[in-house]
């Protein structure tokens, strides 16, 4: 499917697509994918929240950056327990690596990620006006 917005998806379970960004100061080719069934396209708020993305990806990289070192540092001695390493490194990739960006039928989107120190990974989940870290399942319940 061609979307206005989103480009040329591919439906396969899912509407995907890989997209080149800068995250966190680093270029990576990142996963889109779009909540709805094959018969739908893409609803305006999840359009809507992809040009926000691309619009404004440097200061949502910042503001996702920030609360992960948050998110990090709050849960530094579990993370450290399970990480296998005497301190969060300055470096988030050297625990965490981008895996997808979902984008909900709500407008919200999650930038999923590995986490070395959770095997069901993390998520960080970015509504309206606000965003937020914990495991993948933030993201699932918002769902």
Same mark, same amino acid.
């Given at each position: 499917?061609?979307?206005i ?65 948050e998110?990090?540092q ?5 993370? &450290?327990?399970?990480?296998? #390493?005497?301190?969060? /490194?300055d +470096?988030?990739?050297? *625990? ?23 095997s ?5 989940? &970015?509504?309206?006006?606000? #965003?937020?870290?914990? /495991?993948? +399942?933030?993201?699932? *319940?918002?769902?």
């Open positions: 499917m061609n979307d917005i989103f480009g040329e998806l591919t439906y396969n379970g899912e509407w995907t697509k890989t997209e080149h960004l800068n995250l966190w100061g680093k270029d990576i080719d990142i996963k889109i994918i779009v909540s709805a069934y094959e018969n739908e396209k893409p609803n305006i708020s999840q359009q809507n929240a992809y040009q926000k993305l691309m619009t404004q990806s440097d200061e949502i990289s910042k503001v996702t950056l920030e609360k992960l070192k998110y990090m709050e849960n530094s001695y579990d993370i &450290c327990a399970y990480a296998n #390493v005497d301190k969060i /490194p +470096d988030v990739f050297e *625990l965490v690596a981008v895996t997808e960006i979902l984008f909900m039928e709500s407008g919200s989107f999650g930038i999923m990620c590995n986490a070395k120190w959770d069901h990974g993390i998520a960080i989940l &970015c509504k309206e006006n606000d #965003v937020e870290v914990g /495991p993948q +399942d933030i993201v699932w *319940l918002e769902e």
